[in-house]
């Protein structure tokens, strides 16, 4: 029978669950909202070419709840981007990742930038990398994958069990940083899967290229699944490394009580970050998930919230008081050797002056975090790569026009392409507006451009050869012709400070579902059919066997 302990934490993993999918809702609902506007602003509501399906419908939803309010237009600008950096109801929340790649990128500190990193860093201080456990949708998809390889071995077709030093993501996130001061690379942006599974809602929702991130997140599954369990979050995430380093003295965290502990270690196998309960749950790789207090039968785990020493008990009902033990570590003994529980000496009440030291440095932290956060300022994204949109001229309703931003050096470019989703077949036309951000000057050399067709599978084919482009007024203009449905990738080089700069744009052409998307969805499906089906005969089997054994015998 489930103990009341059990019974309590699996409602908190309720929670958990219900606050993830809150999450990834947002983050959808957000670009659903983006969407809206594009096509508000068209007056192109009403177009059954552009407006349908599924996403028809739910636009229509919108348009009836928002679009008659006289302030629609400032309400849909208050919710715009990604869990890389999101605006909502008007205030701006950045990821501290982000903020510290584009700090390191464009070696400027960013004041409003920064301002929108501060309530979740005002959030882990106090609740540690509870991010990284209880909102990134990441997160969630890994926990997934970590359900299908018990699967697996149901199926016995044993999955890997390759473990690697936590330490690798610290590196990766020096690294990163180091890279994005001196290059100029934003690598996290391409790498850090919340951003990487936000830009796939964009592209999924708007009718972008899905091919690079979908196959990036693939081969990270692929590898968990197979090789090594919760390999990312645990081993690689810089994401998770900065959380953690951030709340290295964070106030809620899981405890031992050694004198109901009866050394079962039925905690350690289920630990998301592969750490020992029992003895790290101080360490800046517990995130604070709850799934150990949830399999705890002794009730021996539970969360406390406090300082060091002179925590508060929260996790055991009828049991509020300090916690009696700082640092717990249970020897390594059977749990028949285990000596009879015995209460402990509660912690003096008095505060001692080291830790009233401790709690003034932890206030001089939080407090100014703390009023950051209730500034009324906006903190405008600061982005090295935008998001590709649609946009419209005056001429309503017509087709969108594509748009990508991008920025290099100085720079900032943008990409348009009319038609937004260009058919196979019919020339599209391609125009770079390219200026200098500090002066507002035009770019006047002409630049080179390429177009090459991408697949998942395969070299990509050269569709148009390298081709010098003269400036025209503002723009450099082209026209290109796609010979059939897929991803494409538009190239475009330019003189950047005396040296040759490759900015590719990502651009897909016909119906957004690409081929090689159904072929890998399909193909993931069936895999997974056949690994249950043998599952089941696996089941039967065994079953057969243990009802014939005893009359054998």
């Not at 096509?39 to 739910?58: F, I, M, S, T």
């Not at 700082?326 to 509660?346: G, N, Q, W």
């Not at 050399?445 to 070299?459: A, D, E, S, W």
Request: glycine fraction near 8%; charged fraction near 20%; proline fraction near 8%.
């Amino acid at each position: 029978m489930m103990s009341w302990h059990r019974l309590r934490h699996l409602g908190l993993q309720t929670i958990r669950r219900f606050v993830q999918l809150s999450v990834i809702g947002v983050v959808m609902g957000v670009v659903l909202l983006s969407l809206y506007a594009h096509y508000r602003a068209a007056r192109a509501l009403d177009d059954e070419q552009l407006v349908h399906g599924w996403k028809g419908v739910l636009l229509h939803k919108i348009d009836d709840a928002v679009g008659q309010r006289p302030d629609a237009d400032r309400l849909l600008d208050g919710f715009k981007g990604t869990l890389w950096s999101m605006r909502l109801a008007g205030y701006d929340i950045t990821d501290p990742l982000a903020a510290a790649e584009m700090t390191a990128t464009s070696k400027t500190l960013y004041v409003p930038l920064l301002i929108s990193t501060v309530l979740p860093l005002l959030v882990t201080l106090v609740l540690g990398r509870v991010f990284c456990s209880w909102m990134c949708p990441a997160g969630l998809l890994f926990e997934i994958t970590g359900k299908l390889r018990g699967l697996l071995r149901m199926a016995e077709l044993a999955p890997g069990e390759v473990h690697f030093s936590h330490r690798n993501k610290y590196i990766l996130l020096v690294v990163g940083l180091l890279v994005a001061g001196v290059v100029g690379l934003p690598v996290f942006a391409l790498i850090y899967p919340p951003a990487v599974l936000s830009r796939m809602a964009h592209a999924w929702i708007f009718g972008t290229a899905l091919t690079g991130m979908t196959v990036l997140m693939l081969l990270i599954i692929l590898f968990e699944l197979f090789v090594s369990p919760r390999w990312w979050c645990r081993t690689m995430c810089p994401g998770g490394a900065l959380y953690g380093l951030v709340g290295w003295t964070r106030l809620l965290r899981v405890r031992l009580d050694t004198s109901l502990c009866t050394g079962c270690k039925d905690c350690i196998p289920v630990c998301e970050e592969g750490i020992n309960p029992i003895t790290q749950s101080d360490s800046i790789e517990c995130d604070n998930c709850g799934v150990c207090i949830r399999h705890c039968d002794d009730a021996a785990l539970f969360y406390t919230i406090g300082l060091p020493g002179h925590r508060v008990r929260m996790s055991r009902a009828g049991d509020v008081g300090r916690s009696r033990h700082a640092l717990p570590v249970i020897p390594e003994t059977p749990a028949s050797d285990v000596a009879p529980r015995t209460s402990a000496k509660p912690a003096d009440p008095a505060i001692s002056p080291k830790r009233r030291r401790a709690f003034a440095r932890r206030s001089r932290t939080v407090v100014p975090l703390l009023l950051l956060a209730l500034l009324p300022a906006r903190a405008e994204a600061h982005h090295i790569l935008g998001l590709p949109h649609y946009s419209y001229s005056e001429n309503y309703p017509q087709n969108p026009t594509f748009e990508y931003p991008a920025q290099t050096g100085p720079y900032d470019v943008v990409l348009t392409c009319y038609p937004g989703r260009p058919n196979p077949g019919e020339p599209a036309n391609l125009s770079f507006y390219i200026k200098n951000r500090n002066t507002g000057a035009p770019y006047t050399p002409p630049v080179v451009v390429r177009v090459l067709q991408t697949f998942t599978f395969g070299r990509n084919r050269e569709i148009l050869p390298p081709t010098s482009v003269e400036p025209f007024e503002v723009t450099h203009q082209l026209s290109a012709t796609f010979p059939e449905t897929g991803e494409y990738v538009v190239e475009l080089k330019m003189d950047v400070e005396g040296k040759p700069e490759v900015i590719p744009f990502a651009l897909t052409v016909g119906d957004e579902t690409a081929t090689a998307s159904v072929l890998v969805a399909a193909g993931t499906g069936l895999a997974l059919f056949l690994i249950i089906v043998r599952a089941i005969k696996i089941k039967q089997r065994r079953r057969i066997a243990n009802a014939v054994a005893p009359a054998v015998e």
